[in-house]
């Protein structure tokens, strides 16, 4: 009796001391793990023809979804759905038949709040379909849209997982969240948002990364830049945060120019994001503007800015790291639309 006492004490204080003092922990340890070697070599798998144009329901867009799933399987970083079920399926007749089945991919990191009745949720989403080939047999690759946001996601979660690893589990969790059918209309966040996962009111936060791997006509002769939308229409403590997360880490200069709800080309309107902030979630979307290649056949892996792709990922690791682990969720203070 007492040698299982002792046990399982010991199994108590080891349980314990695996989870360290998140206020002491610095992200920049975890956040390194993301380079543009990385980058590079996932970008140059997932957008090359092989993937076909990844269009939702098509061969191409399972074979991406399958090179995800394995992904995480490999960083051993579990499925939402639980054991390998990271699909969320969307069944054709959702589309009205005009596209086959397709699915969202979805992979997440506990949270140490994961187990009690206030459990909360940091969402980083993009979408990883995107045109397919067109009549010609031109193959759409889709580099900058979305692969560089596609596989930024997956280095911003080896990120985090390295640091549950290292004992620091963020407070709440994060869900990685890959979505289909985004070019056929942001259908796939669309659907995952009347059909969450998880509930909406426990999601705080949707950091969506949609073409974050170039340089648009604008900042050629200052390529350090990244465009935020979105990030104080909902809540001014979201934005504080991310600019305080620049300040400290990326040193990026942070162009609002397209960040208000009547810009003529409607961006904060036009990704998968603006699914949750209409239902009152807030929300930040990184993106780097388009180019010429924008929509094209040329939209090639060989045309991304690799040093670039890695500092603007890692603003977002480290202002989702900021969320995850605040003393409480962004407060909504702006109406909802």
Not at 8 to 33: H, Y
Not at 148 to 163: Q, R
Request: glycine fraction near 6%; proline fraction near 4%.
């Amino acid at each position: 009796m007492n040698r299982f006492i002792i046990s399982f004490c010991l199994l108590v204080f080891v349980g314990c001391a695996t989870q360290k003092d998140l206020s002491k922990a610095d992200p920049t340890v975890f956040g390194n793990s993301i380079t543009a070697t990385e980058l590079q070599e996932h970008l140059y798998t997932f957008a090359s023809d092989d993937f076909m144009g990844r269009e939702t329901g098509k061969p191409g867009q399972k074979k991406a979804a399958n090179y995800l799933k394995t992904e995480y399987m490999g960083l051993q970083i579990p499925a939402l759905l639980g054991e390998n079920n990271y699909y969320q399926e969307i069944p054709s007749s959702y589309f009205q038949d005009r596209f086959g089945d397709t699915e969202n991919v979805v992979a997440f990191i506990k949270g140490r709040d994961y187990d009690t009745e206030s459990r909360e949720y940091v969402v980083i989403s993009a979408h990883y379909d995107h045109e397919g080939t067109d009549e010609q047999g031109n193959i759409y690759n889709g580099a900058d849209d979305d692969g560089s946001g596609t596989v930024a996601i997956l280095e911003i979660a080896e990120a985090f997982k390295l640091a549950v690893e290292k004992g620091y589990r963020p407070k709440r969790s994060i869900i990685f969240l890959h979505f289909t059918g985004e070019e056929k209309g942001l259908l796939g966040s669309k659907f995952y948002t009347e059909n969450p996962i998880v509930p909406l009111n426990e999601t705080v936060t949707d950091f969506n990364i949609d073409m974050i791997g170039r340089i648009d006509a604008e900042h050629e002769n200052n390529p350090n830049y990244v465009y935020l939308i979105g990030s104080n229409m909902l809540s001014t403590e979201l934005h504080e945060i991310s600019e305080q997360a620049n300040k400290e880490y990326s040193h990026l200069d942070l162009d609002y120019k397209f960040n208000k709800k009547d810009d003529p080309n409607r961006f904060y309107y036009r990704s998968d994001h603006y699914n949750f902030a209409k239902h009152g979630i807030p929300v930040i979307f990184y993106f780097n503007g388009v180019h010429e290649d924008y929509h094209q056949p040329t939209d090639t892996p060989d045309k991304i800015e690799y040093d670039l792709l890695e500092k603007r990922a890692k603003l977002i690791f480290y202002t989702a790291w900021k969320v995850a682990n605040a003393a409480h969720a962004p407060i909504v203070d702006k109406p909802v639309e």
